[in-house]
C-alpha cells in the first residue's frame, strides 16, 4: 500500500518508523512518503495561511501550496492511478473500524493535514473536479485536536495492522474489540494469585483455570456484554449484539426457499459488481432452482426475529467423498461484518462426515472480500481456474 502524506510538520509522523508499522514499512509492505507543504510555497516566508474572509478568528490555510502538494502527489503514481484523499477533521465522517477495513482495500490513500481553522474550501473541489481524487473527511472522533497529524498516527495504524503481512497471526486480527461490534472481555495472566505491595490479594477468576473451554467462552461472552452495557451502551442495539451464541443455527426446511432467494439475490450483488458479471447462479436462480439445491445439499439457516439472515450449505463430493463442499455462504448486506460469516463456516465445517479429508470452497476470482474472510479461516487458493468460469477454488485441510 502507498501512503502519502502532506503536512507542515511532517516530523509529527516520526512514530511510524517504529513497531510494527516501522518494520512493514522496511519490508516493504508499506510505502509511507510524508511531504512538507512549505515545499509548495514561493514565497519568501513559505506562508501556508491566510485570515478567513467573512471575518472570525484564526488562521484559513491558503488553497496555493495545498493544490500544488496534491497535485504533485497524484501525479506520482503509475499511469492514471488515483490515491484516495482522506482529510482528517473533526467535522469529517466518523473514523471506525469498518472505515480501516475500507480503506485497508485500497492500493493508494492520501492524507492531508489540515492545521488552523482549517483549508480553503476550494481546494476539495480542485481535488476533485482537477485531480480526480474521491475525497473523505474523516474524524477521530467528538473533540478538537491541533492539526491532522495526530490522527493520521491513528488512522495509518489501524488501516496497516489489517494489511496482509503487518500482523502475524490473523486470529488476533479476528478477536479483538469493534471487530464483531462488542467490547473486548478481561485478560489475565499468571501469577493466579497475586498480591498488591499494600497487601491486598487478587485472584484470577477461578474459570479461566478450570480448564472448561465451553464455561471460559460462556464466560467471556458474559464478560464483554456486561462491558459494553456499562461502557458503551451506544453498541448494544439488536443487531450489533448478534452473535452466534445467540443465535440458533437449524437445519433449512423446504418453506425457507423463497426467502433463500430473496437472500442470495441481496448478497450476490455486491459478487456481481466485484467481478463484472450477473452470469452467477445465485443471483439468477429461481425459487424452484434453490428448492432443488435443497434437496442436493444439507443447508442451515439463521433467523434473528424471524427473519432469515443468513445461510450455509454443505456436502460430500459427489465423485470424492472425502471431500466436503460447502457453498452460499451468505449473511445480509446489513449484518456483514460480525462474525456471523466465519460462525456459520466453522459449523458448515463441523457437519462434515468423519472420513473427511479437506473442505472445498468456490468464489469469484475477484471476490476479495470472500477471499479474505476464506484466507483468515485457514483455506488456500489452488492455483489454475476453479469449477466454474471465472472463479478459483480454495481447500483446507481437516486436522
Ligand atoms: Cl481527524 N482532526 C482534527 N484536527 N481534530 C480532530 C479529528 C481529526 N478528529 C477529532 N478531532
Request: hydrophobic share 40%.
Amino acid at each position: 500500500m502507498i501512503l502519502d502524506v502532506v503536512s507542515i510538520f511532517p516530523e509529527y509522523l516520526a512514530p511510524l518508523d517504529l513497531s510494527l508499522i516501522g518494520k512493514a514499512r522496511r519490508e516493504g509492505l508499506l510505502d509511507l512518503r510524508v511531504h512538507d507543504l512549505r515545499d509548495f510555497t514561493h514565497d519568501r516566508h513559505h506562508s501556508v495561511d491566510d485570515s478567513p474572509y467573512g471575518g472570525g478568528a484564526g488562521m484559513v490555510m491558503k488553497p496555493q501550496p495545498w493544490a500544488e502538494a496534491l497535485a504533485h502527489v497524484a501525479a506520482s503514481g503509475a499511469h492514471g492511478a488515483r490515491p484516495r484523499l482522506i482529510v482528517p477533521g473533526p467535522g469529517g465522517m466518523p473514523f471506525t473500524q469498518a472505515l480501516a477495513r475500507e480503506l485497508a482495500e485500497e492500493p493508494w490513500l492520501a492524507f492531508a493535514c489540515g492545521r488552523y481553522e482549517g483549508i480553503d474550501e476550494r481546494v476539495y473541489e480542485y481535488a476533485a473536479d482537477e485531480l480526480g481524487l474521491e475525497v473523505s473527511v474523516v474524524s477521530l472522533g467528538d473533540y478538537v485536536l491541533n492539526g491532522g497529524e495526530v490522527a493520521v498516527l491513528a488512522m495509518v495504524e489501524a488501516v496497516a495492522r489489517l494489511l496482509p503481512g503487518v500482523i502475524g497471526n490473523a486470529e488476533s486480527l479476528v478477536e479483538e474489540s469493534h471487530e464483531d461490534g462488542l467490547l473486548e472481555y478481561p485478560v489475565y495472566t499468571k501469577p493466579a494469585s497475586w498480591e498488591s505491595s499494600a497487601g491486598v490479594t487478587r485472584a484470577v477468576p477461578p474459570v479461566l483455570l478450570s480448564g472448561d473451554h465451553g464455561a471460559i467462552a460462556a464466560w467471556r461472552h458474559q464478560q464483554r456484554l456486561e462491558r459494553t452495557a456499562a461502557r458503551r451502551p451506544d453498541l448494544l442495539h439488536s443487531a450489533a449484539a448478534l452473535t452466534t451464541q445467540d443465535l440458533a443455527i437449524t437445519a433449512a426446511q423446504p418453506s425457507d426457499a423463497a426467502e433463500l432467494t430473496t437472500l442470495q439475490r441481496a448478497c450476490w450483488v455486491s459478487e456481481a459488481k466485484a467481478n463484472d458479471t450477473h452470469d452467477i447462479p445465485p443471483l439468477v436462480e429461481s425459487v424452484d432452482d434453490v428448492a432443488h439445491g435443497l434437496l442436493e445439499w444439507q443447508t442451515w439457516v439463521v433467523r434473528e426475529g424471524g427473519r432469515l439472515v443468513a445461510s450455509v450449505r454443505a456436502r460430500s463430493h459427489p465423485d470424492d467423498p472425502a471431500t466436503w463442499q460447502i457453498g452460499r455462504l451468505m449473511v445480509a448486506p446489513d449484518l456483514q461484518g460480525r462474525g456471523l460469516g466465519r460462525a456459520l463456516l466453522a459449523h458448515a465445517e463441523a457437519q462434515a462426515p468423519s472420513g473427511t479429508a479437506a473442505y472445498w470452497l468456490n468464489t469469484g476470482t475477484r471476490s476479495d472480500r470472500n477471499l479474505r474472510t476464506y484466507r483468515k479461516a485457514g483455506y488456500r487458493v489452488q492455483p489454475g481456474e476453479g469449477a466454474f468460469p471465472g472463479t478459483v477454488d480454495l481447500l483446507k485441510r481437516r486436522r
